[in-house]
């Protein structure tokens, strides 16, 4: 079922039967839960949505991903890795950080925490990134270029769709991925949660509790 304020996206009606004919093929545990695929559109419609943050694809781990890109279910320790590396800057740049990797209560502030792909067969990461889940990020992004918004694009892949993106009002940033490949290589330092919320009191915005449920 399409999750309401996005249903009417082309994706719905023209690649949607496509990819999950390709998950019920699919013979490996998929990733995550069926229910909890479309999470992070269900929990910020377009109206709602007021900070973007792009990953790649679910945690390959099972039991980790429950459809929030870089969020786990509050019981997971410990902490994936870039989620880990996140909290560290987010302790660096605000003093403190959540008490657990669940990040549903960012979405509950308007934190779109959308994956690229939506889906990953267990322990394979990346195993679902050419079933054509990027058609729906693509609409996503153009559908949330109509008012000005925070992007957070972590690493290439997430970059690589900045072009998507239009209009001059929002506030886009670039930074390295939190991974522990990368996160050396200008993540850290890079005070994403702390730009965000200067942004959105410069424009008489609410910012986000990023630190407390």
């Not at 995550?32 to 943050?53: E, G, H, M, S």
């Not at 991974?179 to 200067?198: E, I, K, T, W």
Request: with cysteine; glycine share 8%.
């Amino acid at each position: 079922m399409p999750p309401a304020g996005w249903h009417d996206l082309p994706f719905f009606r023209r690649d949607w039967l496509v990819i999950s004919l390709a998950l019920q093929a699919e013979t490996r545990p998929v990733l995550p839960p069926a229910d909890q695929v479309f999470a992070a559109l269900a929990a910020c419609p377009p109206d709602a949505t007021r900070v973007v943050i792009l990953g790649q694809d679910p945690y390959p781990t099972p039991g980790h991903a429950h459809g929030f890109a870089f969020s786990v279910a509050p019981d997971v320790k410990p902490l994936p890795r870039s989620l880990s590396n996140i909290f560290r800057e987010m302790q660096d740049d605000l003093g403190a950080a959540p008490p657990n990797g669940d990040l549903r209560f960012w979405a509950a502030q308007g934190v779109l925490l959308l994956n690229t792909a939506l889906t990953v067969p267990a322990g394979d990461a990346g195993g679902h990134a050419k079933l054509g889940w990027w058609k729906l990020t693509t609409e996503v992004l153009h559908r949330l270029s109509d008012a000005p918004r925070a992007f957070v694009l972590w690493g290439g892949h997430a970059q690589g769709l900045a072009h998507h993106i239009a209009g001059p009002e929002h506030l886009i940033l670039r930074s390295a991925h939190p991974s522990p490949l990368s996160a050396r290589r200008g993540f850290f330092g890079s005070r994403p949660f702390s730009r965000v919320n200067d942004w959105l009191k410069a424009k008489g915005d609410t910012p986000i509790n990023w630190t407390t449920p």
